[in-house]
């Protein structure tokens, strides 16, 4: 940035962010697409519910030592054991929980004397900001000119409330209309974000395209085509320096491209200790997921028994829906030595997984960006695919006569398809040659921040 220039002031509002909360990726980028903000010269400040497990000294924090993390305390709504909800379902006060937070967004800002060019928002739980700088904070002259920006990091949790909810919110019942926050007589959160806020991104271009469509776009298809203008589609990014396999702490042996052995003794390593049978030769699957249809487990629990009838074995990590539970505790006990089942969320056997695995499963019905298949290229793990969203951005198929590409994609939502690109995988995995190549590959590939980040600040600099 030019000496003197006045340096763009963005915050950026996340319900949750590594590594002080996280339930999926909208922590990771939470956690990391600001440090990167920073460095490409933006003076940015994040805030975000101070939950139960946050146990920091104060009301604030740092990113990196470098960005301010602003908690906002409730006791009554933030201090529980989980983000959103138990094993009975969603928390039944969610949509106080998050107007709460909304609210205290703005008011934040001046009791830290903080005035933005832009409040960067993401998904339904802080969604009502766009709105309230509109609606109740519009006449105050420290709000004017502020710019917002909403982010999809996916469509289908769109905070959606009864009728007899919308009274909570504080806005007057115009506000309760097609063209604002009403969805088939519900009131719609996210959907007033998509309607106020002066720019709509989402975490992938081709997600970006999807969701004006409606197998994609959970009855917001209509209202991003119209907004189509002001939608862009930016790829996320990881933290190389976290998910580093060259210095990790969390791994016993280290590797890079040009040193890739050390990934083989931390193969060995994971197998040992999840009681896998300690076989260099078997190809190794990972799958580290939440357990939810959109994950495309649907298909792996149709395909399980046939896979693991070949020469390979599964680990997964994942917690969610029950009956997945159920069938994984039934694959445990019927595959001893040769499927390591962890139901659970766990970040140390996460980062053990991405560097021993050599194949990692991830064949989503639909997925806006997908941090897993990115990380898993980071540490040579081969991604297996759907060709969707950010899935279809980020993984090429590998073509063993010009040894190009860094993964096997398959399209059509289908066991029998997801079943071949598996056995294409491991083909290649026995020749290795070709292997080695496309492990090379992977780990070449470059999904730092730096060039996503960058997309940003185009964009605010655009609105600001
Ligand atoms: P989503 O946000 O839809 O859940 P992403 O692929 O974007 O999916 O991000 C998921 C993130 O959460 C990744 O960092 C992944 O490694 C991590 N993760 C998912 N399940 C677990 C688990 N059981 N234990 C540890 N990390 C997990």
Known sequence: MAEGKKKLKVLFASSEVAP???TGGLADVAGSLPVALHKAGIDIRVVTPRYKSINIFGSEARLNGRVPVYFIENDAYFMRDNLYGDEKGDYSDNLDRFVFFSKRIPELLKEIDFKPDIIHCNDWQTALVPVYLKEIYGTDPFYSGIKTVMTIHNIAYQGLFPKSEFHKIGLPWDY??????EFYDKVNILKGGLVFADLITTVSPTYAREIQTPEFGYGLNGLLSERKDSLSGIIN????????????KELKYHFSPSRPDGKYKDKSALQKKTALEERANAPLIGIISR?????????VSRIIHSLLGMDLQLILLGTGEKRYH???EGIKRKFPGKASINLKFDALLAKKIYAGADMFLM???????????IISLRYGTI?????????????TEYDPKTTRGTGFVFDRYDAGELFNAVKRATDIYRQSGLWKKLVTNAMRCDFSWDSSAKEYVDLYKKIA
Do not use: M
């Open 383 to 395: 991604p297996i695919v759907r060709n969707t969203g950010g899935l279809a951005d980020t993984i």
């Open 326 to 328: 159920r069938l994984f």
């Open 237 to 248: 990014g990881i933290d190389y320096n976290e998910w580093n396999p060259a210095k990790d």
């Open 176 to 181: 309760f209309t097609v063209h604002r926050l």
């Open 20 to 22: 002080f909360s996280k």
């Open 363 to 373: 064949p989503s019905r639909y997925e806006p960006c997908g941090l897993g298949q």
């Open 291 to 299: 357990l939810a249809d959109q994950k495309g487990l649907d298909l």
